[in-house]
């Protein structure tokens, strides 16, 4: 099913009509959730606080619904009243960066001339920094290179740009296409274009940089479907002497990253140390040494490995540290102090620790999260983004010598109007000795001793304290289930650093098997993750809050995996949602050779790997589907059309759904860019699980087909037994 711009209307309306009454009777009540605010929570894409520690710029993305787009804006705060500006909205922003030694912010915008770079100050006026005259289209469509992002095909001049320390240096990554020569390709190049169904460009990144303002001094070329350096821009380090960057270093087709190191004085790069793809910055401790967590005895410990080879124990930490989520690590002028954006991973919460030179530690936190930090050069202020699932977010200011947390500004009052929903937190063990946590969102009417159809929400690690993340809920509408009489799980896997044996496990499946079986993968995954669905719904069954008959589950990208297996391998959902996924198919093998010899021990027509396809590849366990499955994608992915039609095949009620970018030459985004299809994509989840669920009836649909083509579906579905 196609679905076009523009046609959520018939089903917003068919979705208020169907509104069950307890709803409209709370309802009247108060303030509570809908499908608009769903669409209009503001994501915090940036901060960085001016050198002066009171002026904030901050990029936010939002939901632009009269022009059907998601776009960005550009804020500067000194937070007071009426303090806060809009300077500019955008198709595309990025990497917001306050310039070092001035009152001045740098950031990549696109302007009207493709991404560029641009500084501007607090008077609002742009100027452009670094321009490339022939900028390259980017994202999913015809004749672009492939990008991730959250809107649709942007041009891009610069991809990276970072300045050093002092502010006396910038380096930054331009890109070029080749030009169309009409040539023949050959073997991985035609792989390659087959994850996209089209012909892109080929395209380079130049690593430059500029000193002082002048001209710019070639440092590499990186070429080729190079991940460390075209999308991660190199992971520059800044010495007093140096630069430090890294490329991607595939040996034997195994992930690996090659660092070299370019000095200030004879321009020339050097190779440096090859390690494991640990696609993460260094984290300067207070000696000058690195930071990690390190397992020892079975425990999470937070250490700090000096050039001279001392150690420094901190202590047990039960944390992620500069997680992707809400990264970021400091360091004081003098040294004596390090600051580090952590997740604290039991919590599932975002904060900040302190470590000196002393070897102290302290926690700077809340009930909630501290994300998207930002602080002064001199580490005594910052700002932070508080949230929680039920909080929305707002702006705090952090002294970092106390601790304090201090209340600035409010970032959608909007959202602060809602009446909050409950929310429960459960940390429970599943049959294989592994603990998950899971988040528990009450019915908004809800009445002790009744039970409620459920609805299971899963994206691996991403339930956790932050408002309304599309990470976890992508076009999932969570709120709005709670609102309409579902208790809706959050769901976790088990947490990988817990034990030495998931921790092996993890890092023998990304660095392409060989020393865990494929067997065991699989179980400590898929199957892992499984079992603790299977061990919440048992307590919520035991607690009398769930009907556990009448219970559905939904993920999309990594928690469609989970979807499709979880409907395969167990009967626990009486229906699934799985969003823009496919993976674990075999006609994923030919783009996932790596990770797939890891899981399944070879190719699909490999005779020795074959029965690790039949035991975990959803499509090729379709028969013991007990659950009727839409899937939602944003292209057209073989991978789930073959997941489909064995459904199909299997007589088990399958829908897939293809939700459209802005023209026949493109294709919607992984996180759906387009407001129309977002609310499309929410309103049929509503719907699907409404249905096979609840036995409420759907709407006729975009297509006016919807509920014949249900209704058809249930009819023709086999009877327990005679399948």
Known sequence: MLMRVGTCLTILLTLAAAQPMVGRAVAAQGRFWTMDDILAIPAVAGTALADDGRTLAYILRVANRKENRTEFELHVTNFQPDGDRILARSIWMERLQAVPGKMAWSLLIDQGQGVQLYQFGNNGAMQALVVNPEPVLVGSADGAQFGYGFTGPVRFGLAYYDWSPDGRRL?????????????????EDVTRLTIYRRRGPRV????????????????????????????????????????????????????????????????????????????ADRIAGPHDGTVAIERVNQQRRLRERTIDGRLIDY?????????????????????SVALIAVRFTSAGRYGLIRLDTAGRVARIEVPESLTHCSFAPSLSVGVCAREGVTRAPSFVRVTVGTGRIEALQPLSPRHDAITPLRVETRILTNAYGYRARSLIIYPRAYE????????????????????????????YPIQLFAERGYMVILANEPDVSQSDELVK?????????????????????WLNQLESFRVILHALDTEGLIDPRHVGIAGYSYGSQIANVAVTQADLFSAASSGDGGFLEPTSYRTHQCVYRAIYGGAPGDPVAQPNYAALAPSYRARFAQAPVLQQIAEPHESAIDFHQALRAAQIPSEISLYPGESWASDETHFFHLPSNQLGAMAENLEWFDYWLRDLPPSAGPDGARRARWEAMRLARPKSGDR
């Not at 380096?171 to 073997?187: P, Q």
């Open 315 to 335: 202590g047990v930490l039960d944390a992620t540290l500069s997680d992707a989520r809400s990264p970021g690590h400091w360091r004081s002028p003098d040294g």
């Open 171 to 187: 380096f930054y990554s331009l890109l070029r296409a080749e030009d169309e020569k009409g040539e023949i390709r050959h073997d």
């Open 505 to 525: 496990a993890s890092a023998d499946r990304n660095m392409c098997g060989g020393a865990t079986p494929p067997a065991e993968i699989q179980r400590l995954g």
């Open 448 to 475: 002790s001793g009744q039970r409620y159809p459920a609805v299971l929400v899963t994206h691996g690690s991403d339930a956790d304290e932050r408002f309304g993340s599309k990470d976890i809920q992508w076009d």
């Open 204 to 279: 380079t990144a130049h690593f430059f940089l500029k000193e002082d303002g002048g001209p710019p001094l070639w440092i590499a070329d990186v070429s080729g479907p190079d991940r460390v350096g075209r999308y991660m821009g190199g992971m520059p380090i800044w010495h007093d002497d140096a630069l430090d960057y890294a490329l991607q270093a595939d040996n034997l087709n195994v992930p690996h990253i090659q660092r070299y190191r370019w000095r200030f004085e004879d321009r020339k790069s050097r190779p440096l140390d090859e390690g494991p793809a640990l696609f």
